[in-house]
């Protein structure tokens, strides 16, 4: 249901074939406002505030909106499964919601403490750009009521590109050009499938499951992605399967990591084995 709902909005999401490099298409224009208003309304600031909206709220905001004027051809430029990867590990039903998901809210309330947050990646984008990282009910309040107003005024593919642009992946990298870089020496026009769910997959821990700092839990996290990216109806079984059994190939400053079966680096054997395949073929 999900991969025809993205269909309906991204034509070129029907290709998954890791060796196919389709691009994402724009939204049409009927899936968000035609004309929506850049500002955010003072006396919404001013009731909003308690302390919780940084200092320069207003400037940040302003900023977020002049960047998303270029952002929908900006991001027609990344490779479709780097979108896939993203949505399918951060937030399944962001092309369904309003900006807050009720189903995620739900299963991060049955699931705690052990859970996930229940964000969608409209609020994620708004706590990385505008709010603190404290746990307060009135932070979370008003994350969501931002959340609501973001998605008024900018278009699926604005917050999309504006959320990659500014997440944080690790090792001082902010915004998926860096860490395409940093991670693999190349643009994230050139990801490939594998590449892009390992880049989807540090984002909820940066520090702890990037490869570099942990190349078992960045492989781990990999195949957490594939296993999401098939039950969204992106990939194909037997492609995440194969994907899954590929040792990563890291680049960075330069100097390529080339990590094989047996091959260690700090000790860790990054290529998966026969137990792990067994174990990811039972849960994809």
Request: net charge positive.
């Amino acid at each position: 249901m999900l991969l025809l709902h993205l269909n309906s909005h991204f034509p070129s999401l029907a290709s998954s074939s890791p060796s196919a490099k389709p691009r994402l298409t724009l939204l049409p224009s009927n899936c968000h406002p035609s004309s929506p208003k850049r500002s955010i309304p003072s006396s919404l600031v001013q009731s909003l505030s308690f302390g919780i909206l940084p200092r320069h709220f207003r400037e940040k905001w302003g900023h977020l909106m002049e960047e998303s004027k270029e952002a929908e051809s900006k991001v027609s430029k990344f490779p479709v499964h780097l979108i896939q990867a993203v949505v399918a590990s951060e937030d399944q039903r962001f092309f369904y919601h309003l900006g807050v998901d009720p189903h995620g809210i739900a299963r991060a309330v049955i699931r705690y403490p052990n859970g996930g947050g229940g964000s969608t990646i409209t609020q994620q984008l708004v706590k990385g750009v505008f709010l603190s990282s404290e746990r307060k009910i009135s932070r979370k309040f008003v994350e969501g009521i931002l959340s609501l107003i973001l998605e008024r005024r900018l278009s699926k593919s604005q917050i999309l590109y504006s959320y990659l642009s500014k997440m944080y992946w690790g090792h001082g990298k902010f915004g998926i050009e860096s860490a395409s870089m940093f991670y693999f020496g190349k643009h994230p026009s050139f990801l490939t499938v594998g590449e892009a769910a390992l880049l989807a997959g540090i984002l909820p821990a940066p520090e702890i499951l990037n490869p570099f700092t942990d190349p078992e839990r960045g492989k781990a996290s990999q195949r957490r992605v594939l296993r999401r990216m098939v039950a969204a109806g992106f990939l194909e079984m037997e492609s995440a399967l194969l994907i899954a059994s590929q040792p990563l190939y890291l680049c960075n400053k330069g100097v390529k990591f080339n990590i094989k079966q047996g091959k260690t680096v700090n000790g860790t054997i990054l290529s998966p084995t026969i137990q792990d395949l067994e174990q990811a073929g039972s849960t994809i």
